[in-house]
């Protein structure tokens, strides 16, 4: 397809098209002339992701750069690469404070792995921070409930990344991107499902 | 105790704690002299709610109030006060397009009420339409899995709102604003375990 078809595909608009074809971000089309170029099913493809990272995750260019690299190049590693990627997400954390107690307890707790090096890690240890200032921080019972929950999720989570036609980081980091919002609103959807049954039909 | 002490309990400057006290956000200390006030645990926990909304969940001044007006006065329908709190959080989500036809669907499929005026619904169905656009639409076998897994999550909460000494308005609003991330920060870590355990040890 013409760049003008691949544009309007996509829903990107052409100048924006334009600008990641020269910052690097999406390969170069397959000249078949001098001034025109044919795009395919993996320009598309390469689109939805940038598309979904900037719009739908909220990410600066610098950090889709990023990503897209370790998609392009994933290096020998891929436990650290799909660790790099999900950590180029927000929320951004970093401290002078290299412990995370909170943190650490809860993973050994629950028998994970706790490594102070992984992003997630300092994401627990400000939200269980947050939980403890407002008094209601997580009991022995709620972390045993939500960790079994969580963990069906998250195992089903990389049983389809393995069957999944993206490549591993991309699976990764859309897979956190995107359902993250999906699981919240969820949550709070299931609350008033619940509450309304017990309180009695809302309106 | 006295107002420097209320602040240094809470970790609230002092003269923020005044704002809050001109702007009704804190109800007033007990008069003990012409110029001298005594206030109490109720100070203390008033001040770690509005804590929690500002600087935990990033609420603006304006959002808290409305969430404190529904704390202490619920009216007679709780279960619309608990969805007028909850829907103070962000995501703030607000359509032309009163249809949610994702959202709909989805929670047609497991059986829960549909509707389209609760705030959770637009963010669901906004949550689904990027999974779509990036071709990484929920599977049927991803939301069963999904929904029964939250629904444990969200069966506890009901729970223990119940038994909770806090007021239910207060435990819906700091529930979702607090566990949230908790949620998942866990889910991330639960990734990076179940990966690892595959993927050989990490370093």
Redesign the interface.
């Known amino acids: 397809m013409r760049i003008s078809a691949l544009a309007e595909r996509t829903?990107v608009p052409l100048a924006t098209v334009k600008y990641y074809l020269r910052e690097g971000l999406l390969q170069p089309g397959i000249l078949t002339g001098a001034t025109q170029a044919r795009y395919t099913e993996d320009h598309v493809?390469r689109l939805?992701?940038i598309?979904?990272l900037t719009?739908?995750a909220g990410l600066p260019l610098q950090k889709v750069k990023v990503i897209l690299g370790l998609i392009d190049d994933p290096g020998g590693d891929?436990?650290?690469a799909?660790?790099q990627a999900?950590a180029s997400l927000p929320?951004y954390r970093s401290d002078s404070e290299p412990e995370y107690p909170r943190?650490r307890a809860l993973?050994e707790r629950i028998g994970?792995?706790y490594?102070p090096?992984?992003?997630?890690?300092a994401?627990?240890e400000?939200?269980?921070e947050?939980?403890e200032?407002?008094?209601?921080g997580?009991t022995d019972e709620?972390l045993q409930?939500?960790?079994?929950?969580?963990?069906?999720?998250?195992?089903?989570?990389?049983q389809?990344m393995e069957g999944s036609e993206?490549s591993p980081i991309e699976y990764?980091v859309?897979?956190?991107a995107?359902?993250?919002?999906?699981?919240?609103?969820?949550?709070?959807?299931?609350?008033?499902?619940?509450?309304?049954k017990?309180?009695?039909p809302?309106g």
């Open positions: 829903g493809h939805q992701v598309k979904a719009s739908a891929l436990f650290s799909l660790g999900v929320p943190a993973l994970q792995i490594d090096g992984y992003a997630a890690t994401q627990l400000h939200a269980l947050a939980t200032e407002a008094g209601m997580m709620r409930v939500y960790a079994q929950q969580i963990r069906g999720i998250a195992e089903f989570d990389l389809r993206l990764a859309l897979g956190t995107l359902y993250e919002p999906v699981i919240l609103a969820m949550r709070r959807l299931a609350h008033q499902d619940i509450a309304a017990r309180l009695g809302p």
